[in-house]
């Protein structure tokens, strides 16, 4: 049986240890997967973008009907405690609400108090050897649901394409639906073409990363373009430079895809200039923008 660690934690009103935590059997959220969920990163014990983070949770909550069970200043001030209980400085908090507890039925009660739980870890960033070489990724059909834009619980297809990242010895799985790039399992994927950033425009298929604001804020202070519009297989394969991002990869390049190098002439399988100026702009965004 793998260890759980006694790290605080918050339930329903309580803050305990992560290894004593219980739920019934009967939340929605064991049963159906219905809930949402969403990860803040934290550096120097300072939270970064919450504010964007608690828009995203609003939205997801709404998209879902369940009411938002606390106040942006209620979910800080747990937040906050929970970095304060930990040694690490650089953290991520899970926050995730499900609709709560009620006999098994697929309608959704209106009568039943959401659970709320919310955990720290350390933050697991890319290794000082991954940013100087870059990363493998795979790709894969994006087989999940047609609801990508809500940060649902319901994880089974992202599972399934990062195991798929797993038995091929890669970093991450970048998805395509209908010939077209939506995203990565667990990430945005970005595409560089003659200078300027691309990415897939918002839709149903492609969660709204709280990384798609701050990477277009970004290119806009180093004076790189950035727009959003549907991305081609072809192109993404064709791509001067690729790169992921998430909370914990923050921005990544990717310079092998498929087990062919990325790029082109004397930059083909490295790291390119732009991932490089992305890069310098967020560790200054990081240190800019905490709560």
């Not at 870059?134 to 609801?147: L, M």
Request: a negative charge.
């Amino acid at each position: 049986m793998q260890h759980l660690p006694d790290t605080l934690c918050y339930l329903n009103g309580e803050y305990t240890p992560l290894n004593q935590a219980k739920v019934s059997v009967l939340d929605r959220g064991f049963l159906f997967g219905d809930g949402i969920y969403d990860v803040v990163p934290v550096y120097g014990r300072g939270l970064f973008r919450f504010d964007e983070h608690m828009a995203r949770l609003e939205r997801s909550l709404a998209k879902v009907r369940i009411v938002n069970p606390h106040s942006a200043a209620e979910w800080l001030a747990r937040c906050r405690r929970l970095i304060e209980a930990q040694a690490a400085e650089d953290q991520l908090i899970y926050i995730q609400v499900t609709r709560g507890v009620a006999l098994r039925d697929h309608v959704m009660p209106t009568d039943i108090d959401p659970t709320v739980f919310i955990m720290v870890s350390a933050m697991k960033q890319p290794s000082a050897e991954q940013r100087h070489r870059g990363v493998a990724c795979v790709t894969a059909r994006d087989f999940r649901w047609e609801r990508g834009d809500i940060k649902t619980i319901s994880l089974l297809g992202n599972v399934l394409a990062r195991q798929n990242t797993a038995d091929h010895g890669a970093v991450e799985t970048i998805l395509f639906r209908d010939g077209f790039l939506t995203e990565a399992a667990s990430c945005n994927e970005w595409v560089v073409h003659e200078g300027a950033v691309l990415g897939p425009p918002k839709s149903e298929h492609v969660l709204e990363g709280i990384r798609y604001e701050l990477i277009r804020e970004l290119c806009e202070d180093v004076g790189i373009a950035f727009n959003l519009r549907p991305i081609s297989e072809g192109e993404v394969m064709a791509a001067d430079e690729l790169m992921l991002s998430s909370a914990s990869k923050e921005v990544l390049p990717v310079t092998t895809l498929d087990g062919e190098s990325v790029g082109h002439g004397a930059l083909r399988g490295k790291p390119g200039p732009v991932y490089a100026q992305l890069y310098a702009a967020y560790q200054r965004a990081k240190a800019a923008q905490r709560l």
